[in-house]
């Protein structure tokens, strides 16, 4: 089962402490504003933690909790304008105060709709000291709509609703924008009072994802509910992209003598609007590992079976105290899962082979862990469904990730060095090198200085016996660590595993593994000198390989579109078919996909040296005949003076 990225209630981090603690700060807050932020990197968790103090809220009738994802509204319209809908419209749904308190909740879209056709109009961002008259920014927008609006309905229906604004909201007066906002707040806060609620939570998330511009409205907005009583904001972000959104909208705080300015502004601007400040803690690598652990358990078991969950309550009562963790023991795991221990031995393998170098290269991140695990699992249902699953063990392919995620020039290095039947060599001797350096360190804490010193030099020694890669891989910490992780890849056919892996690119299936075929090729693609100082290479060269080269050679033949000269290759192909009289038919096969119209002279004579066999040169013999008939001129003359 593909693991779920979207928020959950599912609590497997112990988050549900911080929810709990924002939920108790909003109570205690009474009938007072109050702004709490809950910060942390991309997939820390934040839009889960908002998710649970939402489930925390769900029993108290008079509190009342309303979403606004700021991503969700960006392109559509004004930022503001958004949010204070989102939240009034809401409200008035779930309290049914269209029935309750009609007057109000009229008065409070009057204000709404006033400061929605002021940013139609394109003056939405004037400064509100400068009281500039209202009925400016009506015409303004009348402006607007009539070049818009082609339709001449639709233009009267638009311009009658905004008449209806003139009216209604008292628009001939004297008004200025910040009396109107303070116009807006007002009559918000009857609307809340007529509600009978005692608090109105809003749940912002999404908002690091936002462009900066619509970053700073939203902000800007939860700034003019701040001083309605009543109500909590709890907003979900990445601080360091809201520093940057507050940076980039204030760019004239860039100070050439002083580079911290604006950073510091920035800081102190969202202090200004975040009252109570969450950081959500790193993932510890024991936790980390817990984690991983749950999460494959998950995707095996209902994550709501009595199973599931009596393992998920040690885990988190585990991670309350993590001075004191030493993680989800064998005999803890078995006992909570009962029964079901057995379906999930592979999985608890897993995790604890994969957790170590996970944990530590994603550095806790959930959501980069929980995305890991979805590919490995992806990738597998993906082998089994093209028809390669049983070649495909998991525990072997979530290593080989591993190494593609984590160490990329190493993964590509690994690609290379694997041979044609899929094992890598080098691998097995790193293997076999680092498990004697792991005996020898053992050894080395049982000597003295002096012999610790010896022994160092002789490691040392060891390794450069072996090949090159060998020797730069060993100095690698983190290599040498992902080889001492289980399973051991040195025995193990790697192609159905760089197969699974081949979205990004394919290091392994368009190439000749081996060195010394590569060699080979290339000179038989060569001149004929190159071909000749190969051709005892190619005499003793195995089946198999011989199959390799050929088909090689064919496709670069192939690949040349100019015919009517001879194609690079076709000397060193009959160089190939001479020495391994098995290939002759393949060879005729290879002639006749040459196109009869096309193809010049050469196509004539030097076949005789490598096609001998009567089936062989009759098939020949039938293509030449055709060349005759349907050939160039110059073949044509070629042959009949043959």
Not at 30 to 58: C, N, Q, T, Y
Not at 262 to 282: N, T
Request: a negative charge; hydrophobic letters at 40%.
């Amino acid at each position: 089962m593909i693991l779920s990225d979207n928020e959950t209630k599912v609590d497997m981090l112990n988050n549900r402490a911080i929810a709990k603690t924002v939920v108790e700060l909003i109570n205690e807050s009474r009938e007072k504003p109050i702004s709490i932020g809950v910060h942390g990197d991309w997939g820390a968790g934040k839009s889960s933690i908002l998710e649970m103090v939402e489930d925390e809220f769900k029993s108290k009738d008079d509190i009342e909790c309303i979403k606004f994802n700021g991503w969700k509204h960006q392109g559509f319209e004004d930022a503001k304008i958004a949010l204070m809908s989102s939240i009034v419209s809401t409200l008035v749904e779930k309290r049914n105060l269209s029935e309750v308190c009609a007057d109000k909740v009229k008065k409070v879209w009057k204000s709404i709709n006033w400061l929605s056709v002021a940013k139609t109009a394109g003056n939405f961002a004037f400064s509100a000291s400068t009281g500039v008259l209202p009925i400016g920014l009506i015409t303004g927008a009348l402006d607007v709509l009539k070049g818009n609006l082609t339709d001449q309905e639709k233009i009267g229906n638009t311009i009658d609703s905004i008449g209806s604004y003139l009216t209604d909201s008292k628009i001939f007066e004297d008004v200025s924008m910040s009396k109107e906002f303070t116009e807006f707040q007002k009559s918000f806060s009857e609307l809340l009072e007529a509600s009978s609620i005692k608090k109105l939570v809003v749940l912002i998330d999404d908002l690091d994802r936002c462009l900066p511009e619509v970053t700073i409205e939203t902000l800007e907005a939860v700034r003019l509910f701040m001083f309605s009583n009543s109500t909590a904001f709890v907003i979900a972000a990445d601080e360091t992209m809201i520093e940057y959104a507050v940076k980039n909208h204030f760019p004239d705080l860039t100070d050439t003598n002083n580079k911290n300015l604006g950073a510091e502004f920035s800081r102190r601007y969202l202090e200004k609007l975040i009252q109570v400040p969450f950081r959500l803690p790193v993932l510890g690598e024991i936790e980390s590992e817990m984690y991983i652990k749950m999460l494959l358990i998950g995707s095996k078991l209902e994550d709501d079976s009595c199973e599931f969950n009596r393992l998920l309550t040690i885990s988190v009562e585990k991670m309350k105290k993590p001075w004191k963790n030493q993680g989800l023991t064998i005999t803890e795991m078995n006992e909570a899962l009962d029964t079901k221990y057995e379906l999930v031995i592979g999985e608890i393998t897993i995790a604890t082979q994969i957790s170590a170098i996970l944990a530590r290269h994603t550095n806790g991140n959930p959501r980069k862990i929980k995305r890991f695990i979805n590919m490995l699992l992806l990738r597998k249902k993906m082998a089994d469904a093209r028809g390669y699953g049983d070649e495909v063990v998991l525990p072997y392919l979530a290593k080989i990730m591993l190494a593609e995620s984590f160490f990329d020039e190493f993964y590509e290095d690994i690609a290379s060095q694997t041979n044609d039947q899929g094992y890598c060599d080098v691998i097995r001797e790193l293997e076999t090198e680092v498990l004697n350096l792991g005996k020898q360190s053992e050894e080395d804490q049982k000597v003295d200085d002096a012999a610790e010193v010896e022994q160092s030099d002789k490691k040392v020694v060891s390794i450069t016996k072996n090949s090159p890669k060998v020797v730069e891989w060993a100095k690698d910490n983190n290599i040498t660590k992902w080889v001492m992780t289980e399973p051991k890849l040195g025995e193990k056919d790697l192609r159905p595993y760089f197969f699974a892996c081949k979205e990004k690119q394919d290091y392994f299936f368009n190439q000749i593994k081996s060195e010394k075929l590569r060699i080979i090729l290339d000179k038989l693609m060569s001149t004929s000198m190159n071909i000749a100082s190969v051709k005892e290479e190619v005499k003793v060269l195995s089946p198999d390989d011989v199959k390799i080269v050929y088909d090689a050679l064919a496709s670069k033949i192939l690949a040349q579109s100019n015919i009517s000269n001879k194609p690079n290759g076709i000397e060193g192909i009959i160089c190939l078919v001479s020495l391994h009289q098995n290939l002759q038919m393949n060879l005729v096969s290879l002639i006749e996909m040459f196109d009869i119209k096309t193809v010049g002279v050469w196509i004539c004579n030097g076949w005789s040296s490598c096609i001998t066999s009567a089936e062989a040169k009759s098939r020949l013999s039938s293509y030449l005949d055709k060349l005759r008939r349907d050939g160039t001129t110059f073949v044509k003359a070629a042959l009949k003076s043959m």
